[in-house]
């Protein structure tokens, strides 16, 4: 059975202090590591995929990588609008998502 | 380009009784899906559809829970009879095909049960 585990559950940072956040899976046949963030009262929001180990992605502040059993996501110089719950997702039929890390940034 | 839209935003039932869930996809979206998104948890799908047939219904309780996706466009997600542990966000998401990992997501339909 797909498993997804994200740490930490909850995370707070300075305004400028980086940080990452873990998603360690264990899957059959992935076709896909995805990452997508979360605001309250909101839907998910897609945020990167990742294919095979050793890729990485980014955007502005975030950067996502990948290897054979986890995925990380990196924080860099966080701002307050940074603040949500990111969620990761493995794909190998349907995507199984992990329970999230909450993160705070403060001012 | 219009997003999924979702009604209702809230709903508050008593247990027992029925409930259901609206959902328009993004224009041209071939996969419509429902998770279930239980507070301090990821979400669950219930069901995936491609146009109006069912890919994965595997984790549908399908003593309660049904779906349908009629014309391959709109969907409705209903809960006959709802129970306490029904109490969650219900998401809906699109996506180009079905083999997308890319999820747009609905604000979701927060369904309380007492």
């Known amino acids: 059975e797909d498993q997804v585990t994200q740490s930490p559950e909850a995370l707070r940072l300075q305004e400028g202090e980086s940080s990452s956040l873990n998603c360690s899976y264990t899957?059959?046949?992935?076709?896909?590591l995805f990452w997508y963030r979360q605001d309250p009262g909101k839907g998910p929001e897609f945020l990167f995929t990742?294919?095979?180990a050793g890729e990485e992605k980014e955007k502005e502040r975030l950067k996502a990588t990948l290897t054979k059993k986890e995925s990380f996501l990196h924080i860099t110089a966080p701002k307050p609008e940074d603040s949500a719950t990111y969620l990761c997702?493995?794909?190998?039929?349907?995507?199984?998502f992990g329970k999230g890390t909450s993160l705070l940034v403060t001012p | 380009e219009a997003g999924v839209a979702q009604s209702p935003r809230y709903k508050i039932i008593e247990k027992r009784q029925s409930v259901a869930f609206w959902c328009n996809p993004i224009?041209?979206?071939?996969?419509l899906y429902w998770y279930q998104q239980i507070l301090g948890q990821g979400p669950k799908l219930l069901i995936q559809?491609?146009?109006?047939?069912?890919?994965?219904d595997s984790q549908l309780p399908k003593d309660r829970f049904s779906a349908e996706r009629l014309k391959g466009v709109d969907s409705t997600l209903k809960i006959q009879p709802a129970k306490l542990e029904d109490s969650a966000v219900y998401l809906c998401?699109?996506?180009?095909?079905?083999?997308?990992?890319?999820?747009?997501f609905g604000e979701g339909s927060r369904l309380t049960v007492l």
């Open positions: 899957v059959s046949g992935l076709r896909g």
């Open positions: 559809f491609q146009n109006n047939g069912v890919v994965d």
């Open positions: 997702a493995v794909q190998a039929y349907a995507l199984n």
């Open positions: 998401a699109s996506s180009l095909g079905p083999g997308s990992g890319e999820l747009f």
């Open positions: 224009s041209g979206h071939a996969t």
């Open positions: 990742l294919y095979s």
